[in-house]
């Protein structure tokens, strides 16, 4: 999904597209990961934007609500990244909290594919994380 197209789904659904809504979608898509709270205040920042904690809070349930964002709690921080149809998991260090995405593509998918046919289940959202010990933390 392109920035461009997100716009218009917004637009399409009489929401405005304010400097502060633009910048944090630049934020996820400069990312193409998870982000938090604080480095997307940080992104703004440089781009000479400060709205106040509540914007930021607002601007987020907004883009959740309409199902552009996921939410991921790691270590009780909430973390956000874009919902992307091109769907990838995280390793999470313990030691550094740091998060790597994780390209598995098909396997998984097949995977989850047979598990719908086998119990007659329709997945529609899942979360994995592998949670342990990074390289430079090793
Ligand atoms: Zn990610
Ligand atoms: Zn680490």
Redesign the pocket.
């Known amino acids: 999904m392109e920035l461009s197209v997100i716009l218009n789904t917004i637009r399409n659904k009489g929401g405005r597209i304010t400097k502060v809504r633009r910048a944090i979608l630049e934020a996820f898509f400069q990312s193409g990961c998870l982000v938090s709270q604080e480095s997307l205040i940080e992104y703004l920042k440089k781009k000479k934007l400060s709205p106040n904690p509540s914007t930021i809070f607002r601007e987020l349930q907004f883009l959740l609500e309409n199902k552009i964002i996921l939410k991921n709690t790691i270590n009780k921080v909430h973390h956000y990244e874009l919902n992307s149809g091109h769907k990838h998991y995280h390793f999470i260090?313990?030691?550094?909290?740091?998060i790597t995405p994780l390209h598995l593509h098909n396997p998984l998918l097949n995977v989850m594919e047979g598990l719908e046919q086998q119990h007659q289940f329709k997945i529609q959202q899942h979360s994995i994380d592998f949670k342990g010990?990074?390289?430079?933390?090793l």
């Open positions: 260090c313990s030691e550094c909290q740091g010990v990074c390289a430079s933390c």
